[in-house]
């Protein structure tokens, strides 16, 4: 492993920047800690409040993150106070954390590591924790002492499982008092700690011991088939992907009867050959190489065994038939292995796996997912050098459960921000480029969905899902090339959907075309445009989007944004208008045929926007303008004063509207129009 340390960079640095940086190093190698995993701190001299000289002990807080670590992240405790605890013999979680909280010296600081007391009883004055890849590989055999003891010699010790908090400290403080001469302590199926007197040294010993522990591992996995022969060989890829976007909706459907999932695909080569190996499915099913990832992995992912992984049908019972067990199996080991008072957690797996086909990681949004995801990317190469080394052994099945449902644990996850009105929820937008796809796309984002966005134009919507993909911190969209008038790109666009981000609740229909000329002067190729895109269009588009959520089988949302024309038409919009009224016809059929799916079809009807309208070219203005015998620059004016109120209507008028008709508010309503047009009497829905 390569050590990211630059001295330049360290020059100057001292207490909490010092630690900071470090732990950002330590974080930005995802083979030593991931998502919070890991901690780190730094003992110093300083104040107190009343300007007494007292030692402190920085502390990473709890729920943090070391790759993004900063300042604030950290928790200055008076170490002196932390250290009398060393006397005790025994305590409660509860106990200890209560009194951790009496030796803050920052009312404002974050809850401190749960490991901080192994920290204090250290006396280094630089400590690290990692989940190190290659040191787990160690620790998770049946004979880890022996394997560690022969990679390391006497120099490190081995420390065996308990749950982070009072005891564990204390062990790890006897067997260093014993030989103070260790230069790290291994927790047995768990991670590594490594000090020193300066934070170089203590990372250095990090990056010396990880890469020892990758070299035995490498010499081990040389030239063996550790997970036995291939037994079931990747499908080419294109058939892979159909299998996998086949299947996507009814897996979603399937776990998200408690509550809905956004789920992740991944078929990397690796993963692949690990998933058809002989001895996989088993070993799988042992656990979790270090515990903390039993928060967003659960103690096992769902493997789907299938002979025809090729046949989505087929592979679809399957999976359907293991799921059943799954469930059944985690309602039996929580009913054994539970605590009293505890109650049981979504009893469906986070983590599936088809073998020819790939895997698949659901969480509440795509960054949850994506966090099981990245922990079992490393997991599973862990498995198969820890198979070559003897045999891959976690925590056992009581500790497996204790630390799931242990409340110090899991109260990290009551430091995640509230879950959005959309989390959840997935949501498909054609003509995602234009002015109104762009702010119903971004109205969506905002509010915690999942947006898969199309266009005909991919660059468009590459660009736009790009922004708010910034603004929001992380993947939320994706864009999609999608012609709405070409069935075979309509079917290519869905199966890229179903598989961004597993399936689909909300399909907002917006694609659509202007074409202005009074009907004596229309031209059969403007008329059967209009057709292709407004009516031909939304039928592919919303018979795709149907038969996802007909897989899913957990209800959906269509809201169509259709136009004022439908219910008050103009003179020289005839193609548009009857190309609109045709979409709008179906919108309704659809409302009728798929209420008792629990399917609501709406639509919103907005009057002229032209605020970055595609629609209103400089050419329609014109022609707008000389329909109604006005200026050319007062065509915006006289649109506005049209209406009841005599607002002009925007975009995000319409994406308000789209959003309530998509929302739970709306729950009881299908087949409906609203209208978003500032109030014209004309257009009054009947
Ligand atoms: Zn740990």
Redesign the pocket.
């Known amino acids: 492993m390569k050590s990211l340390w630059s001295d330049q960079e360290a020059k100057g640095l001292s207490g909490v920047d010092l630690v900071v940086y470090t732990s950002r190093l330590i974080g930005a190698n995802s083979k030593l800690v991931l998502w919070g995993?890991?901690n780190s701190s730094i003992k110093t001299q300083g104040k107190d409040h009343t300007g007494k000289e007292i030692h402190i002990l920085w502390i990473k807080g709890s729920g943090s993150d070391m790759r993004t670590i900063a300042p604030k992240n950290f928790t200055p405790l008076r170490l002196d106070e932390l250290l009398l605890l060393k006397d005790r013999s025994a305590m409660s979680d509860e106990d200890m954390v209560a009194y951790q909280m009496k030796c803050v010296l920052d009312p404002k600081a974050p809850k401190p590591s749960i490991?901080t007391l192994l920290h204090a009883f250290l006396p280094a004055a630089h400590i690290y924790?990692t989940?190190s890849d290659a040191i787990c590989t160690l620790t998770d055999t049946k004979k880890s002492k022996k394997v560690i003891r022969e990679v390391f010699g006497d120099s490190v010790a081995v420390v065996d499982y308990l749950r982070?908090g009072f005891s564990l400290s204390k062990s790890v403080a006897e067997t260093y008092e014993k030989s103070p001469k260790l230069t790290a302590i291994i927790l047995d199926k768990?991670?590594l700690i490594t000090w020193g007197d300066t934070a170089k040294a203590a990372y250095d010993m990090t990056i010396k011991m990880v890469t020892a522990a990758e070299r035995y591992t490498a010499k081990k996995l040389k030239g063996t088939q550790a997970l036995g022969p291939m037994q079931v060989k990747p499908l080419p890829v294109q058939k892979r992907h159909a299998v996998a976007a086949a299947i996507a909706p009814i897996l979603r459907g399937e776990i998200s009867q408690h509550k809905p999932m956004v789920m992740l695909y991944e078929d990397a080569p690796d993963l692949l050959k690990f998933l058809g190996a002989e001895k996989s499915k088993k070993l799988t099913q042992v656990g979790p190489f270090?515990p903390?990832h039993l928060m967003h992995t659960r103690p096992w992912p769902l493997f789907v065994e299938t002979k025809h992984p090729e046949d989505a049908n087929v592979l679809a019972k399957d999976l359907q038939k293991a799921l059943v067990l799954y469930r059944k199996r985690a309602v039996d080991f929580f009913n054994r292995y539970k605590q009293a008072g505890v109650t049981m957690l979504d009893p469906n797996p986070r983590v599936i796996l088809i073998p020819g086909v790939g895997m698949f990681t659901t969480g509440k949004d795509p960054r949850a997912a994506s966090i099981v995801h990245d922990l079992y990317m490393h997991t599973f190469p862990v498995i198969e050098a820890a198979t070559a080394i003897d045999c891959y052994t976690t925590i056992g099945l009581q500790d497996i459960c204790d630390f799931e449902y242990w409340p110090m644990e899991n109260f990290k996850l009551s430091l995640l921000p509230p879950e959005k009105a959309f989390s959840r929820k997935i949501a498909l937008i054609t003509g995602a480029a234009g002015a109104i796809g762009a702010a119903i796309a971004e109205a969506f984002v905002k509010a915690g969905a999942s947006v898969v966005l199309t266009d005909i134009v991919l660059e468009k919507v590459s660009a736009l899902a790009e922004r708010l993909n910034q603004e929001a911190g992380g993947l939320q969209s994706v864009a999609i090339e999608m012609d709405v008038r070409d069935e075979k790109s309509v079917k290519q666009g869905f199966e890229k959907a179903r598989l961004a981000f597993g399936g689909l609740d909300i399909f907002v229909s917006n694609a659509g075309i202007a074409r202005t000329a009074s009907i004596d002067d229309l031209s059969l190729k403007a008329w059967e445009d209009s057709l292709s895109v407004n009516a031909t269009g939304h039928l592919l588009t919303s018979q795709a989007a149907l038969k996802i959520m007909k897989a899913q089988g957990i209800g959906g949302a269509i809201v169509v944004v259709t136009t004022k024309n439908v219910l008050a038409p103009g003179k020289d919009f005839g193609a548009y208008s009857a190309s609109k009224a045709a979409q709008t016809q179906l919108a309704r059929i659809m409302a009728i045929e798929n209420a008792s799916e629990g399917i609501r079809v709406n639509m919103v009807t907005p009057d002229g926007i032209f605020e970055g309208s595609g629609l209103w070219s400089q050419e329609i203005r014109a022609e707008r303008a000389k329909a109604h015998n006005i200026p050319l620059e007062g065509v915006e004016d006289f649109y506005a004063k049209r209406n009841l109120m005599q607002r002009r209507i925007f975009a995000s008028d319409v994406a308000d509207g789209v959003l309530f008709l998509a929302s739970d508010q709306a729950a009881k309503t299908t087949g409906a129009i609203l209208p978003i047009d500032g109030g014209l009497k004309e257009a009054f829905p009947r």
């Open positions: 995993g890991g490991e924790h989940h982070p768990h991670g270090t903390d």
